[in-house]
Nanobody, 115 residues
Framework: QVQLVESGGGLVQPGGSLRLTCAASTSLFEIHSMGWYRQIPEKQRELVADISSSGHINNATSVKGRVSISRDASRNTVYLEINTLKPDATAVYYC?????????WGQGTQVTVSS
């Protein structure tokens, strides 16, 4: 299974922006798709956005227009940029790798939107 390490979370004021980084331990070309999910206490983990190995992007309806997922295959890294942050974006954000037969998760990075 691929190892995933997230970074970039923290405390952000409402209206601010943030970029999360997910570094994979293997080439992105060996991964069918990579994505970002988020979870708040007592709620199910939900998709924010994902990107396939061919570059196809899928954004959740709730964040469309405010998030941008991208990848740098040379660095085995996927990014999630979130703009115009609102308090309801507060959550733990997880990186996910879908290798069809295997699914891997990072440990998560906390994002808190508060003034």
């Amino acid at each position: 299974q691929v190892q995933l390490v997230e970074s970039g979370g923290g405390l952000v004021q409402p209206g601010g922006s943030l970029r999360l980084t997910c570094a994979a331990s293997t080439s992105l070309f060996e991964i069918h798709s990579m994505g970002w999910y988020r979870q708040i206490p007592e709620k199910q983990r939900e998709l924010v956005a994902d990107i396939s190995s061919s570059g196809h992007i899928n954004n959740a309806t709730s964040v469309k227009g405010r998030v941008s997922i991208s990848r740098d295959a040379s660095r085995n890294t996927v990014y999630l940029e979130i703009n115009t942050l609102k308090p309801d974006a507060t959550a733990v954000y997880y990186c996910h790798a879908d290798q069809l037969l295997h699914h891997s998760w990072g440990q998560g990075t906390q994002v808190t939107v508060s003034s």
